[in-house]
């Protein structure tokens, strides 16, 4: 089962609060998705990850293709059960992790072809060729209840003549990931991907392509592999509005907390970000921002510094999760400069209750048409 | 607040079952004592703590002393505020810690003198010195429930006149602490240590000797640094007919699974051993030994081998606690291969849980007068 209510269309601009129900349970849009690659949100438990507001997150499908593989999640019940999180899950198609592992060198990338991407695993060194369909029938035996098509995530910068090339291979591997769906009849909801890198044509090609097809929902990628703001928020505007209004909206790898008010009113329903797991382990704490120095480090303190070493006050002082009501600044300080494995939880939890929670007010002020109010408290 | 209530003294053994009362708690003896060096027992919440049934940790002086410092705890309300644990906790001396941390050189040892350890931070590089006193006075900065005497614990193997030495010194450092503690007037249960190696006449001097002296409660030390089993129980042996019935004895660094037994027939309160929560980040799971090896292994085995990637059991199928009731051996296995954050967190929880719940079986046959008969069940 998967369906999509649009409960409410802000008036002023293309923000939507929604509904996703899934197999697993509701998702309330907009939402924030998070990260839990090796089906693990980061040093946090299924039942922490629920009291953060967390509704679904990524599992990275290239990752657990390579270990513990596909066959063994399969066989111990499907991802959710893997995990015991009973929530809704998505994967990727496992294509963007090949390509990004192949940057930091932890997989080398062999050749890319028409019908797929060859590559050698990181653990064992053997030859292995990721398809449109090999790709659609890994992320089957995972079980996610979102899944998304192979496609090229098309690298910037980038020219012209390249990104259109690119561009025709995501849409060939789109049909063919359809295709393979189909076949092996599964019941998972599949997301198409729109490329075309920053040029509005390609950009409004994709967008009429992709939505030609029969996806159950439609996501935007390439906009997230070194484009500006300004990029991501003009390929928004491009191509959102070509979107249907019955199909969920997702945006790949975006999720600062200036981009998420764009995002929101440019008409995207969900999107996944890194940041809030990846910067809390490193000690940056999410924050409201008082002043433009916090703006600037996009709404993250350094909890390390010396400067909190005394610090009684809570990672937020407004903020009400289990975490602010428990600890003082000084004691994650602590945790971090003794490498406490504690303290990546803390910060980990934090950071995700905080971007939850502000997600959550979005949701309201959208269905109570004040959207920009709370912007403006935020942003300005 | 502290006091010892006896409840019951078995009578085929010196095995008791007791309580101890602090001003934060009571602590149901034999009890396990967990090791939270820095004030954290390694990545777990204090509700976790309490969860896997630790009635009671460890806190390391040293450690604390040079990260964040004593004044800096004392200032956000001692370390029970600091790390929001409000159940008992003791804090060692320092002592030992200048010694083990030396001898992994991350603490460089300037010189033992009468008065105390002379030693460089391994922060910074200055020169500090450990006395008596002032391990009494840190450790009242911390205000752990109970504290312990600087002493010189003897090293292993070492000559029957070097060992007698090193008694003198922590006899002398016992009368000195004893001195700095009433003068600061502190309000915490100061043990003293028994020393004197594996030599009878000094371990019954030392006995003697620091029962004499006005202490809470009675730590034996040195039998937990190069000492076989055999000659650690001969100690207990020597020394715990020696002491005082209406004190509690605590035994300094021993507690793997055969040793436990021991130790309570030869009427030890309570015991401390980082042995679960080290093993348990190494993937080396407590289970009920069914057979020899898993006995030689001290009652763990390695959850990171390859065998267990698709096994749907739990880590312990005996075991009722959080991890095994949510997760298979085949989810932690690939936490683990993975260096997921969760996997340390999920040994650690179950390793603590399955302690905690041997002392709890522990007791209650104490009561009923059959320690023999659940000795056998899981030793022979």
Not at 37 to 62: D, R
Not at 176 to 198: D, P, T
Not at 278 to 300: C, D, E, V
Request: glycine share 6%; charged share 25%.
């Amino acid at each position: 089962m998967f369906k999509f209510k649009l409960i409410h269309q802000d008036k002023k601009t293309a923000a939507r609060r929604g509904e996703i129900q899934t197999n697993h349970g509701m998702i309330e849009t907009p939402a924030f998705v998070a990260v839990g690659t090796a089906a693990s949100v980061k040093s946090l438990t299924p039942e922490e990850i629920s009291q953060t507001g967390t509704q679904i997150f990524f599992v990275n499908t290239l990752h657990l293709h390579l270990r513990p593989g596909e066959k063994i999640i399969k066989k111990l019940g499907g991802i959710h059960q893997f995990m015991n999180w009973q929530g809704p899950i998505i994967s990727d198609s496992g294509g963007f992790q090949v390509f990004s592992l192949a940057r930091e060198e932890k997989v080398k990338l062999v050749r890319i072809t028409g019908d797929g991407v060859e590559f050698r695993s990181p653990w064992d060194g053997k030859k292995d060729f990721l398809t449109p369909k090999k790709s659609i029938a890994i992320q089957k035996d995972l079980g996610a209840d979102i899944i998304l098509c192979l496609d090229d995530c098309t690298p910037y910068p980038v020219s012209y003549q390249q990104a259109k090339i690119s561009l025709e291979r995501t849409h060939y591997w789109a049909e063919k990931s359809l295709e393979a769906y189909k076949k092996l009849k599964s019941r998972q909801a599949l997301y198409g991907i729109i490329q075309g890198s920053v040029f509005k044509d390609l950009r409004i090609a994709s967008a009429k392509f992709i939505t030609s097809l029969p996806f159950a929902g439609i996501a935007i990628g390439g906009v997230s592999v070194g484009e500006s703001k300004e990029e991501m928020r003009k390929v928004l505007n491009w191509v959102v509005p070509l979107l249907p209004k019955e199909k969920p909206r997702h945006l790949l790898g975006v999720g600062e907390i200036d981009d998420i008010f764009a995002l929101i009113k440019a008409g995207v329903d969900t999107f996944d970000c890194v940041m809030p797991t990846r910067l809390g382990r490193m000690g940056h704490i999410l924050i409201k921002a008082q002043n433009s120095k916090l703006k600037a480090q996009n709404f993250t303190y350094d909890i390390t510094k010396a400067k909190f070493a005394a610090d009684r006050k809570p990672l937020d002082p407004d903020c009400d999760c289990y975490v602010c009501k428990n600890f003082s600044r000084a004691y994650v300080n602590h945790l971090f400069r003794g490498r406490e494995l504690l303290a990546y939880r803390l910060a980990t939890y934090h950071n995700l209750y905080f971007i939850n929670r502000l997600l959550k007010k979005i949701r309201q002020a959208i269905k109570e048409e004040n959207l920009e109010k709370i912007e403006k408290e935020w942003l300005d």
